[in-house]
């Protein structure tokens, strides 16, 4: 990962402040942890919002979308790893990128989609400056997946689904794990569905504010 120089509210001490912050709120797994410190939010935000980049919230990034918070992206992070390795990981809903570069310093390689072509070129721009080399972008709907690059250790999806799409499922590994938020009765919750030798076992989690996964691309 490239050092990316900060000043200020963007510095390196700023960000260490929120690894330290997220170690209260609960998270354990040391390799997140050093990856929230490694990964630099301000690069993924716009300009104009970069001195808040590492407070605890979701920030704008235009075209209706959103970076989550960074407890939000460590909390997945930190279930897609449960604590092993990670070869292949699968995010659905790249946004600015910031999320699939903070998987790219947990797993081997991390394949990840974007319906929207302007967010496909900022995340690009991003992930190039934040040096995540091992993170491959494509434009395309999320709901299908990669079949042709499955099976994958992990999936995450970014955007609140009313279930767990078919087709991502199909695409686990035994062992593997898919978190992603589902909306039911108007509440959003992070769920885990985890491949067993004997099926699917699925776990509602944390209450969780996403935007909706949508079909098609643009």
Same mark, same amino acid.
């Given at each position: 990962?490239?050092?990316?120089?900060?000043? $200020?509210?963007?510095?390196?001490?700023?960000?260490?402040?929120?690894?330290?912050?997220?170690?209260?709120?609960?998270?354990?797994?040391?390799?997140?942890?050093?990856?929230?410190?490694?990964?630099?939010?301000?690069?993924?935000?716009?300009?104009?919002?970069?001195?808040?980049?590492?407070? +605890?919230?979701?920030?704008?990034?235009?075209?209706?979308?959103?970076?989550?918070?960074?407890?939000?992206?460590?909390?997945?992070?930190?279930?897609?790893?449960?604590?092993?390795?990670?070869?292949?990981?699968?995010?659905?809903?790249?946004?600015? $990128?910031?999320? =699939? =570069?903070?998987?790219? *310093?947990?797993? *081997?390689?991390?394949?990840?989609?974007?319906?929207?072509?302007?967010?496909?070129?900022?995340?690009? *721009?991003?992930?190039?400056?934040?040096?995540?080399?091992?993170?491959?972008?494509?434009? $395309? +709907?999320?709901? =299908?997946?990669?079949?042709?690059?499955?099976?994958?250790?992990?999936?995450?999806?970014?955007?609140?689904?009313?279930?767990?799409?078919?087709?991502?499922?199909?695409?686990? +590994?035994?062992?593997?794990?898919?978190?992603?938020?589902?909306?039911?009765?108007?509440?959003?919750?992070?769920?885990?569905?985890?491949?067993?030798?004997?099926?699917?076992?699925?776990? *509602?989690? +944390?209450?969780?504010?996403?935007?909706?996964?949508?079909?098609?691309?643009?």
């Amino acid at each position: 990962m490239t050092r990316v120089p900060g000043i $200020g509210m963007t510095s390196l001490r700023t960000r260490m402040r929120m690894v330290e912050r997220l170690r209260a709120q609960g998270i354990r797994d040391e390799k997140v942890l050093a990856a929230m410190a490694e990964v630099p939010r301000h690069i993924f935000v716009d300009e104009a919002l970069a001195s808040r980049a590492y407070e +605890d919230n979701a920030l704008p990034l235009g075209y209706g979308q959103s970076i989550s918070s960074p407890h939000t992206v460590a909390r997945m992070t930190e279930l897609a790893r449960h604590g092993r390795a990670l070869g292949k990981v699968l995010e659905i809903g790249t946004g600015c $990128g910031y999320q =699939a =570069a903070v998987l790219g *310093r947990v797993a *081997r390689q991390v394949y990840s989609m974007e319906r929207l072509a302007a967010l496909i070129r900022k995340a690009r *721009r991003n992930l190039r400056e934040a040096g995540a080399g091992n993170v491959h972008l494509r434009h $395309g +709907d999320g709901h =299908a997946g990669m079949p042709e690059v499955a099976p994958f250790d992990a999936i995450v999806l970014t955007a609140a689904a009313a279930r767990a799409p078919d087709a991502l499922l199909g695409q686990l +590994d035994v062992g593997g794990r898919m978190i992603l938020p589902i909306a039911r009765n108007d509440e959003q919750h992070l769920f885990i569905f985890e491949r067993t030798a004997r099926g699917m076992v699925e776990r *509602r989690m +944390d209450p969780v504010v996403f935007v909706p996964l949508l079909s098609g691309v643009g």
